[in-house]
């Protein structure tokens, strides 16, 4: 499990640390750090809280999300 | 190639965007002609064979509609530049008032209006509501901004010209702005002439109702880094767009509630007149007035009758 | 209405094609369009029930559906074959339910194994990736851990009954939208 910050768009806002239910991140230096990556499950919920969208996570699964309108997801695509 | 500008209900600030494009505007002009602009330019009809139509502005009455889907039969790619076009902008806040009281406003109760008081008849009627370009029409890109800035539109408009594909960031306006969050305390909302914001500190965080977190970027944060809220001009963050249950207004309420650790109940008492500090300029979007979670149907419904 | 509005109706409802009871015709692959009206037409009316269903029952509305949910749990796990070990009960399970709700075993980094025990309770964590509820959940804007979850405890808990012989109970830990971690606690 690979979680990667995206130092620069990271405002150190702490929001990640206070959500993440297996407490993988901590706040250093006003930037958020994986502490501990492998505890992780792969629920997200630090990418829908984090205002900068600085997360980035490899190796989880895609879980299907079918209940997104045709219409959103083709506007989505075409957002340049 | 042949490009177009049209204007539908807007300001016309997106097609002077272009023209921020200054010394580059001969390098564009060099590659592609621009056959119709009603803005800056005297051709009446735009002709057939336009590869590339940039449309502006929102779909507000009956002329609006028939000039769109003129230009959209008479081009091969459509783009919705700036947020009227792409989410109904400023364009769709005129979706507040009911018809009546917006035109009795404007011709009979503002200071310079015409003694008779009469309402114009001869004028293409307004649609029972504002619509963004996407909702009536295919539309093959948008570009948002209000106006979409010219640092934006110098990469993008030559790769379009091109047929180029660009690689551009994707995330919100927090990820383009250089403040750090700091500590939080105390926090209670204020108004944007409140105090004088702190340089370094995040705003939201200092108590002013910032949108960045909900935003899309692409602006460079340029109002955050002097020293103003961001309002939202660029349109929802696509986390928001996507999730039939995320919206602009519950998102920022979630967020201020996890920073502060206030409930949120409390925070939602704080906020006030919601159609203008957050949904500023995404009425009129079907998109964001179909998420469960939208405010946008009662406050459209609670101003007009 | 004036009658030409009445004349519209009935042309959109009048086709040319030949019915016979033996071979009615069928629409196997859909276009995408009318399989989300479909799909999402299911997913508002379910969420639309569930919500009417807390308002009304309150708490009561998690008794129903977590009932729903173990009757067919039972039902579904008669066709399996009877086992001791939860991990081998799950693993089945998970074959059987996978498109619909996908879950895996996990353990946290500084645990040895699966089962775990803590404060006196014996569990194991599962972690749900796919989940029907929660799509359904996020197509109605309506928070994850209410009673629409609760079928889906009386699924597992039903169908390890059925399966082990042994009494358990399944709780939420954390939900997430992209995974929600639930706890299987063993009697």
């Known amino acids: 499990m690979e979680i990667h910050v995206d130092k620069d768009a990271c405002v150190g806002c702490g929001l990640c640390v206070k959500d993440c ?31 900068a969208q600085a ?22 695509r075409k957002v340049v | ?78 783009v919705a530049l700036g947020t009227c076009a792409c989410y109904g902008g400023v364009s769709g806040l005129s979706m507040l008032n009911s018809s009546e009281d917006l035109f009795s ?25 504002a619509f963004a370009v996407g909702d009536l029409v295919k539309v093959d890109y948008y570009v948002t901004g209000c106006p979409p800035k010219e640092a934006f539109l110098k990469k993008i408009i030559p790769a379009m010209i091109a ?22 305390d105390n926090w209670t909302l204020k108004r944007r002439h409140e105090g004088v914001p702190d340089r370094e500190h995040c705003l939201l965080g200092q108590g002013y109702l910032c949108l960045g977190s909900v935003t899309f970027g692409r602006c460079a944060a340029s109002c955050p880094k002097n020293n103003i809220p ?9 986390d928001i767009l996507r999730e039939p249950c995320r919206d602009i207004y519950g998102m920022m309420v979630r967020r201020i509630s996890d920073l502060t650790d206030k409930p949120q109940k409390e925070v939602e008492k704080e906020l006030y007149d919601v159609a203008h500090t957050m949904y500023a300029f995404t009425i009129g979007s079907l998109i964001m007035e179909d998420k469960e979670n939208s405010k946008i149907r009662d406050l459209v419904k609670e101003r007009s009758r | 209405m004036s009658a030409g509005y009445i004349d519209e109706l009935h042309e959109a409802f009048h086709s040319d094609l030949v019915y016979r009871s033996e071979e009615i015709p069928l629409e196997c692959s ?40 173990k009757k067919f749990g039972h ?29 895996e075993v996990w353990k946290p980094e500084d645990k040895e194994t699966f089962i775990i025990e803590e404060n006196g309770e014996t569990f194991i964590y599962l972690v749900f990736h796919d989940c029907i509820v929660r799509q359904t959940l996020r197509r109605n804007g309506l928070d994850q851990g209410g009673p629409l979850c609760q079928t889906l405890f009386g699924y597992v808990v039903g169908a390890i009954e059925e399966i082990t012989g042994r009494k358990a109970k399944l709780e939420i830990v954390h939900t997430g939208p992209n995974a929600c971690l639930k706890k299987l606690v063993l009697k």
């Open chain 2, 163 to 184: 047929g180029d594909t660009l690689e551009l960031s994707h995330k919100s306006v927090c990820s383009e702005c250089d403040r750090i969050m700091g500590q939080v």
């Open chain 2, 1 to 78: 190639m042949k490009i177009a500008i049209e204007e539908l209900a807007g300001c016309s600030g997106c097609t002077i965007a272009v023209l921020d494009l200054h010394e580059m505007l001969l390098d564009v002009v060099a590659e592609a002609e621009i056959v119709y602009s009603p803005v800056i330019m005297d051709v009446k009809e735009p002709p057939e064979g336009i590869d590339i139509a940039f449309v502006t502005g929102a779909v507000r009455n009956e002329e609006n509609h028939e000039r769109l889907e003129m230009i959209r039969k008479r081009s091969k790619t459509l």
């Open chain 2, 105 to 129: 406003c404007v011709y009979r109760e503002v200071e310079t209006a015409k003694p008779d008081g009469v309402i114009p008849t001869d004028v293409p009627p307004f649609l029972y509501r």
């Open chain 1, 21 to 51: 239910p297996m407490h993988v991140y901590e706040l250093q230096d006003n930037v958020s750090v994986a502490v501990r990556p492998n505890n992780c499950m792969g629920c997200l919920s630090c990418h829908e809280i984090c205002p």
């Open chain 3, 30 to 69: 859909p276009k995408p369009k009318e399989m989300e009206q479909t799909l999402h037409g299911v997913m508002k009316l379910n969420g639309l029930v569930i919500r009417s269903l807390e308002e009304i029952a309150g708490r009561g509305a998690n008794a129903v559906t977590y009932r729903a949910g």
């Open chain 3, 75 to 103: 039902e579904v796990a008669k066709y399996f074959q009877k086992r001791e070990d939860v991990e081998g009960a799950l693993h089945e399970l998970s074959d059987l339910l996978r498109g619909q709700y996908s879950f």
């Open chain 2, 230 to 238: 961001c309002h939202g001009c660029n349109g929802p963050s696509l």
């Open chain 1, 55 to 76: 997360l980035e996570h490899r190796g989880i699964y895609a879980a299907r999300r079918h209940y997104i309108d045709i219409n959103v997801c083709e506007m989505l």
